[in-house]
T-cell receptor, first 113, second 116 residues
Framework: AQSVTQLGSHVSVSEGALVLLRCNYS??????LFWYVQYPNQGLQLLLK??????LVKGINGFEAEFKKSETSFHLTKPSAHMSDAAEYFC???????????FGKGTKLSVKP | GAGVSQSPSNKVTEKGKDVELRCDPI?????LYWYRQSLGQGLEFLIY????????KSGLPSDRFSAERTGGSVSTLTIQRTQQEDSAVYLC??????????????FGPGTRLTVL
């Protein structure tokens, strides 16, 4: 069975600092991996996805994530946080090209001025 | 183009009443999903429709929950005899099954259901 673990339900960084949000997954087959962002009272917006084409994936708003098979990780990073990055971030996994996603519990990112 | 839309955006109901939530997927997307988001449970899968195939209902929490998809497009999630634990945000998503789509799901803004 697939699962996703996001370490840290709440992460706080200063504006301009590095953002690192952690995601570990379990899957019996090579997975598709996703990061979504959710702003208050809105739906989920796709930040980036891993589909085996490249291990380093670049997404929107300056975010990127690196797939590390040996560590079963897909951590999300951004070199310099902006106030507008404050939101909740969800990591998700799928073991096939169709069907439901399995989500982590989410990490709420706060950005301090 | 238009994204996934959901209605109503907010629904307040009394315990024991039935509610219907609507989802309009992105035009041309053959796959449609319902998820539930609540504080204690995070994001939970409810049901999945793919074309004309029988839906995957494995995530429905009880037989009070049902969903249909008419004409391969619009979907309605129905909750009968609502309970307070049904209070949550109900999210709909759709995806294309075309080659190269990799199960990328596009989400609507959600319906916030409050059961009093």
């Amino acid at each position: 069975a697939q699962s996703v673990t996001q370490l840290g339900s709440h992460v706080s960084v200063s504006e301009g600092a590095l953002v690192l949000l952690r995601c570990n997954y379990s899957s019996s087959v090579p997975p598709y991996l996703f990061w979504y962002v959710q702003y208050p009272n809105q739906g989920l917006q796709l930040l980036l996805k891993y589909t085996s084409a490249a291990t380093l994936v670049k997404g929107i708003n300056g975010f990127e994530a690196e797939f590390k098979k040996s560590e079963t990780s897909f951590h999300l990073t951004k070199p310099s946080a902006h106030m507008s990055d404050a939101a909740e971030y969800f990591c998700a996994v799928s073991d096939r090209s169709q069907g439901n996603l399995i989500f982590g519990k989410g990490t709420k990112l706060s950005v301090k001025p | 183009g238009a994204g996934v839309s959901q209605s109503p955006s907010n629904k307040v109901t009394e315990k024991g009443k039935d509610v219907e939530l609507r989802c309009d997927p992105i035009s041309g997307h053959t796959a449609l999903y319902w998820y539930r988001q609540s504080l204690g449970q995070g994001l939970e899968f409810l049901i999945y429709f793919q074309g004309n195939s029988a839906p995957d209902k494995s995530g429905l929490p009880s037989d009070r929950f049902s969903a249909e998809r008419t004409g391969g497009s619009v979907s309605t999630l129905t909750i009968q005899r609502t309970q307070q634990e049904d209070s949550a945000v109900y999210l709909c998503a759709s995806s294309s099954t075309a080659s190269g789509s990799y199960n990328e799901q596009f989400f609507g803004p959600g319906t916030r259901l409050t059961v009093l």
